[in-house]
């Protein structure tokens, strides 16, 4: 199993940014998807978006498209989220995951991943 450790959740004002880092330890296959999800006390877990380590590809939810950037750097072992043009509906506990499991079109489900960090707590205030 995959062990994550996310860093990086800050609080900020709408409109800024912030980058949170996810270090991925314990790798064993050579395909993953790594995904981030938030979630807001009361609520469900909340797919943000997801990137497949083989090909590169990285998918997003409607509601930080164009905003929100996903990346990993494979040699350091490392996911990242970059986000940009913060609004307070972003303030949340964001998750970093990992699977290996083989999800059409892609895994975006909490149960879709057997991984979990910790979590990083993002503030935006208005």
């Known amino acids: 199993m995959v062990q994550l450790v996310e860093s990086g959740g800050d609080s900020v004002q709408a409109g800024g940014s912030l980058r949170l880092s996810c270090a991925a330890s314990g790798y064993t296959n050579r395909r993953y998807f790594m995904g981030w999800f938030r979630q807001v006390p009361g609520k469900e877990r909340e797919w943000v978006s997801t990137?497949?380590?083989?090909?590169?590809?990285?998918y997003y939810a409607d509601s930080v498209k164009g905003r929100f950037t996903i990346s990993q750097d494979n040699a350091k072992k490392m996911l990242y989220l970059q986000m940009y043009n913060l609004k307070p509906e972003d303030t949340a506990m964001y998750y970093c995951?990992?699977?290996?499991?083989?999800?059409?079109?892609?895994?975006?489900?909490?149960?879709?991943?057997?991984?979990w960090g910790q979590g990083t707590q993002v503030t935006v205030s208005s």
């Open positions: 990137t497949d380590s083989l090909s590169g590809t990285s």
């Open positions: 995951a990992a699977t290996a499991q083989i999800v059409f079109p892609i895994p975006r489900m909490p149960s879709d991943y057997n991984s």
